[in-house]
């Protein structure tokens, strides 16, 4: 307990004062600049910040070089002493690293006590992420009592971080993150990429160019500007072949200084060109040159005549920017409609505005409408490209799997769903050993966010206990989710174990007709199972004719009542090979 208390103390006062040993920031300003390219010289640098007289610099050098050294027994040492001078980060670092029990816990606490202890001091020290996975753990109920207010204060805590940060554009901020079970490796796609456009080249597509560097720079991480002089040349070659649409692209690069000196004249012209493309993609550029003043005199009416054309072609970013504007104006009303069309087009920002407007005018009780609004909270608390995730698809990739596993395990504890779904999939595939009991807790928590393989999972898990009627609840709700290009990994086991689990009468009674029904559902999403269905069918009509015929045998012998074979079950009988017949003839 004495750890908590000079914890608790150093939180305190690390809100309450402030060095201002002016040598130790520049030194530190000098450290983060060099952390990327040259670590070694970084370190040095924070090992000589945390030797001088400053305690709040202190505190973030331990962390610093607690990261550039880490995983290691040194970089968690170094959390420690960053986390008990009050250091919110390096507190919410150790809360991750003690969710996972890649830590041990304080004396006489659970691994998750110890996580939301820790999370808890961190959150009050400011840290908007531990506000995330306190939310999370409260949603669900995970080390913490189940509560939708709960986690509607925490999210929306780390959600207004995220819309503040959203206010200043960065390359990549909103790239989201991949499931490893649809993702192939960058550098094979990198390869591809330039085998499509050198064909494209060949061909003069234009068209194709713009869709591979469109791709390219999907792929490009935020951090890196590696690929920039590919995808401007690959823009620059499929406007010269006629695609339009790249001209909006290329406005975006001089804006934004991606790859190139920002040059708002040269962006503007290139958004003039592309304004005629469907989609208002150049439309809203020319909007945010007019709104912000750039290269153009500042004009509100201008900006909002183009964002209202984009926003009218589903540009989303448009219908942000057109709701701010009208907003601004006091047109409240009809400013809500557009950041709820923004909402409901992915856009993160106006997903926030429109949480806030459902939670200050909802008429409905406030248990209904804490369920609608926490949802979009945690939507735009995750919405942000996620560094650690970012860490293990680059280690997954650079075949580092382990140093992978540990990066999404850390996530997951934040409530990434992609983040539990990977860990998963690196366990299942073999990269990763891992405890039965910590794998069927990740496979829990992602079920429980919705995600259809790990409901497949669990619903594998339930039956496997013998938790029969559970496990058929679990499988007849998993055929009902929403079809997506990964629909078949779990849709045709769903319908197959269904269909099992009726044909042997586990979790229900037993019915050939349920079960030939959810087979053939089932051959719908993976057709090499068909032959062996029909075979089962055939088999079912084949035992019943031979026990029919059994019978009735015995029956002309005199051993067999011939009540057996009343009218009535012959009826029914009849009934199920008509039902058998149609079905094989719909295979």
């Not at 935020?222 to 649409?245: F, K, V």
Request: one cysteine or more.
């Amino acid at each position: 307990m004495l750890r908590v208390a000079c914890l608790c103390l150093a939180t305190t006062a690390a809100i309450l004062t402030i060095d201002t040993s002016s040598d130790a920031w520049v030194l530190l300003e000098k450290a983060h600049a060099l952390r990327i390219s040259h670590s070694k010289s970084a370190s040095e640098l924070y090992a000589k910040v945390v030797a001088m007289d400053n305690s709040k610099a202190s505190c973030e050098a331990y962390y610093a070089l607690g990261e550039l050294q880490f995983p290691s027994i040194e970089a968690v040492d170094m959390f420690y002493e960053s986390a008990k001078c009050g250091y919110a980060q390096a507190q919410h670092k150790i809360a991750l690293l003690s969710g996972i029990e890649y830590i041990p816990p304080i004396p006489s606490t659970s691994p998750v006590a110890n996580a939301v202890l820790y999370d808890q001091f961190s959150q009050f020290g400011g840290d908007s992420k531990a506000s995330q996975t306190l939310g999370y753990r409260a949603l669900y109920g995970i080390g913490t009592p189940k509560s939708c207010p709960v986690a509607l204060k925490f999210y929306k805590e780390r959600a207004a971080e995220v819309f503040k940060q959203g206010k200043q554009p960065k390359a990549g901020q909103w790239r989201k993150s991949i499931f490893l079970a649809d993702q192939s490796d960058p550098d094979t796609e990198f390869y591809k990429l330039i085998y499509v456009s050198t064909f494209a080249l060949g061909e003069k597509n234009g068209k194709t160019l713009f869709q591979a560097a469109k791709r390219l720079l999907q792929l490009t991480s935020p951090s890196s500007e590696d690929n920039y002089d590919t995808i401007h040349q690959w823009l620059n070659l499929a406007l010269d072949n006629g695609e339009l649409g790249a001209a909006a692209y290329l406005g975006h690069m001089y804006t934004y200084g991606w790859g190139c000196n920002v040059n708002y004249t040269k962006a503007m012209a290139f958004y003039k060109l592309s304004v005629g493309v469907p989609g208002g993609e150049g439309l809203n550029g020319i909007g945010l040159l007019h709104l912000h003043g750039r290269g153009v005199p500042h004009n509100v009416d201008e900006a909002l005549k183009y964002f209202d054309k984009a926003a009218l072609q589903g540009h989303a970013d448009a219908m942000y920017n057109v709701a701010l504007i009208l907003s601004a104006r006091g047109q409240h009303s009809l400013a809500s409609r557009y950041y709820e069309a923004s909402s409901k087009s992915g856009h993160a920002m106006g997903m926030f505005k429109f949480a806030e407007i459902i939670e200050r005018t909802s008429v409905n009780p406030y248990p209904h409408t804490c369920a609608i609004v926490i949802k979009l909270y945690k939507q735009v608390s995750e919405a942000l490209a996620h560094p650690g995730i970012a860490l293990a698809d680059k280690a997954y990739h650079q075949g580092d799997y382990a140093l992978s596993y540990l990066h999404y395990r850390m996530a997951a504890e934040e409530g990434y769903l992609v983040a539990q779904a990977n860990a998963i999939w690196l366990i299942d595939q073999g990269y990763v050993t891992e405890k039965a009991t910590t794998r069927l807790q990740l496979i829990k928590r992602a079920a429980m966010q919705g995600n259809g393989y790990a409901k497949l999972l669990w619903a594998d898990a339930l039956f496997a206990e013998g938790k029969h009627k559970q496990a058929l609840s679990e499988y007849v709700a998993l055929t009902s989710l929403k079809l997506s290009k990964t629909s078949s990994l779990y849709l045709a086991p769903a319908f197959c174990s269904v269909g099992y689990m009726y044909e042997y009468g586990l979790g229900s009674p037993p019915s050939r007709s349920m079960a030939l029904d959810y087979y053939s559902k089932c051959i719908e999403y993976e057709h090499r199972i068909s032959i062996p269905i029909e075979v089962f069918a055939w088999k079912w009509i084949i035992q019943d004719y031979f026990s029919t015929l059994f019978c009735e045998m015995i029956m002309l012998l005199g051993l067999c009542n011939l009540k057996l074979l009343s009218q009535t079950s012959r009826e029914k009988e009849n009934i199920t090979y008509v039902t058998m017949a149609n079905h094989l003839n719909k295979l």
